[in-house]
């Protein structure tokens, strides 16, 4: 489902008297949807299904607003921030650059959604893609309105914001250097790459911004609902019960709590209350919940897959999972003082 | 998929997501304060649409006179999921979280690490209303135990556990993915077990000083003197 990347539709080949469109199609299964309204209704009328489709369009309805900023900054980066502006913008050694992403991160709080589109606006814009994917982990997770609703939710600990502060940034940061060290261009699915025109005039340039926001939007917004559908089908079927019986077995906690998050996929500014929530456990395992949540989790993976290609998200997404793992390990153990 | 086809999909998802957020079903879903992001969002959507289907409409009427604008037609195949959120919306519309989630989840009541306190006391008056959650965070909490010898009345619907009866009601931090219960068992009320699953009440209660213990989850429990059926409130979730 996630290798539609980079074909292009082919007109179908011998002429037919009546030929059925994509549009056609979309109306006969409006109508049939609409016909089997009763019968839809009555199979989704099961408490573990209904839960689930309530987390589903829960999980659609929150993150599309910020898909659609996402894919403005992305419009905008395309019709008004040419590449020549851009290279003179970002420092020229790589290692350097990296950094400067991870900075800007913080100056834009956006939900990990919204920075997807801006980061392969960013490759296709010519920023190195080391850049632009230090700048895609950093944005959801350092910046402001994220830190201090972690504060807010751990009252009695500020080094909590400070951990996770450093365990985010650090992830941002390593994950920027290995690709700029080890990461290759073929990776990338092949229209990732491609350029459009550069614009001059101011007309066409507003024409660059709405067409490249909207054809974003479709594009992402299919990836973003097999996100939403894996998202509330787990969180209907992994017992939360885990938790409880997890005590004080630290690694297992880690381990368990890292899982937890790829697979819960929540929006990093709610994620800390959830993690105060689950007092049994020590601070280190919620901690690692925190910086890994987001970074990678199954709705993102689903978007990085759509966005990027598939090559890449399956090398990408398990490397950023282990990175932001021992980053997180790292950063609690410096500014919580231990596992607590 | 076709352009338009696109540009389709994408005025009902717009519409999908202006119509729970006129309706106020979007309380069903995120948190109130969603609502003008959800509202802007939809706009959007539709507006980025619409440009497109007349870009698309005065390029056909200038007929091929120049091989008009980047005119990419990229296959999305993914697109058609779009239409999955817009289905649900329009014809099924789901329900706000109710007892399946409250038996679902593992923990309950939000508890903090150490959260002895003393609370603010609470007005006085002979019933005075408290969300679940200030409730419970007092049940457990409140060092000046100001809930004690007072009539509280709390508002959530029924849950079941076994041979005792519940009322509960989900906290959401930003939508529904992230909810979690708080309860408050009802005791001394035949009523309140009689009811099923789901019911909204109004509960006129006492606590139990003293029950909500770390071994129970910090679930109080409290002396259920007066029950009302009410409809579901208009936001679903406290916050």
């Known amino acids: 489902m996630s290798t539609v990347v980079g074909d292009v539709e082919t007109p179908s080949p011998p002429r037919r008297r009546f030929k059925i469109t994509s549009l056609e199609v979309l109306c006969g299964l409006l109508v049939l949807a609409l016909l089997g309204q009763n019968w839809l209704t009555g199979i989704l009328d099961v408490p573990a299904i209904r839960t689930g489709a309530t987390v589903f369009v829960a999980v659609c309805t929150q993150a599309l607003p910020f898909l659609v ?24 050694r790589q290692a350097v650059a990296v950094p400067v992403a991870g900075v800007a991160g913080v100056a834009l709080p956006t939900c990990e959604c919204a920075a997807v589109p801006v980061a392969r606006r960013l490759i296709v814009q010519g920023a190195p893609s080391s850049v632009a994917l230090a700048f895609l982990l950093a944005a959801p997770a350092v910046n402001p309105v994220v830190l201090v609703a972690t504060a807010v939710a751990f009252p009695g600990e500020p080094g909590m914001v400070a951990a996770r502060f450093a365990g985010s940034m650090a992830t941002a940061l390593a994950m920027g250097w290995l690709w700029a060290r080890f990461g290759k261009a073929e ?107 987001p970074a990678i989790d199954v709705k993102l993976f689903s978007l990085q897959a759509g966005t990027f290609g598939r090559s890449f998200a399956i090398r990408f997404a398990p490397l950023t999972f282990v990175v932001a793992v021992l980053c997180a390990v790292a950063a609690g153990l410096i500014f919580l003082g231990g596992v607590r | 998929m076709r352009r338009e086809t696109q540009n389709i999909l ?20 995120v948190k109130p304060s969603h609502q003008w992001l959800l509202i802007t969002a939809g706009a959007i959507m539709v507006l980025l649409a619409l440009l497109s289907i007349g870009r698309d409409l005065i390029n056909n009427r200038q007929a091929a006179a120049v091989d008009g604008h980047e005119g990419h037609t990229h296959s999305s195949t993914g697109a058609w999921l779009l239409l999955l959120p817009v289905l649900a919306v329009f014809l099924v519309a789901p329900p706000a979280l109710g007892a399946d989630s409250v038996t679902r989840a593992a923990t309950t009541n939000r508890a903090v690490d150490d959260g002895r ?54 906290a959401i931090g930003c939508c529904a993915a992230d909810a979690f219960p708080i309860k408050v068992r009802l005791d001394d009320n035949p009523d309140a077990t009689a009811l099923p699953d789901d019911t909204w009440i109004e509960a006129v209660v006492s606590l139990k000083p003293g029950t909500a213990t770390r071994e129970n989850d910090y679930v109080p429990a409290a002396a259920a003197l007066e029950l009302r059926e009410i409809p579901q409130p208009e936001d679903p979730y406290e916050h």
């Open chain 2, 117 to 170: 306190a003393v609370f603010p006391p609470l007005p006085a008056g002979d019933v005075i209303a408290l969300p679940l959650s200030d409730f419970s965070a007092r049940a457990a909490w409140d060092e000046g135990n100001s809930l004690n010898d007072r009539s509280i009345k709390l508002t959530g619907f029924v849950v079941h556990d076994g041979s005792a009866a519940y009322i509960a009601r989900l």
């Open chain 1, 69 to 92: 900023l996402g894919v403005l900054i992305s419009g905008a980066i395309a019709a008004f921030l040419s590449a020549d502006a851009l290279r003179r913008v970002l420092p020229k």
């Open chain 2, 10 to 29: 994408l005025v009902l998802l717009g519409g999908a997501l202006l119509k729970i957020s006129f309706t106020g079903t979007y309380l069903r879903y």
């Open chain 1, 187 to 293: 990776w990338f699915a092949e229209r990732v790459m491609r350029k459009l025109p550069e614009q001059t005039d101011g007309r066409s340039r507003w024409l660059v911004f709405a067409e490249t926001a909207r054809h974003d939007l479709v594009d992402a917004g299919g990836f973003l609902v097999i996100g939403g559908l894996t998202a509330a089908a787990l969180n209907v079927v992994v017992p939360r019960s885990w938790i409880n019986t997890l005590g004080d077995q630290i690694v297992l906690g880690i381990i368990v709590m890292a899982v937890l998050a790829v697979v819960l996929a929540l929006c990093s500014e709610a994620d800390a209350f959830v993690a105060a929530s689950l007092s049994a456990l020590p601070l280190l395992p919620r901690l690692v919940f925190l910086v890994v949540g």
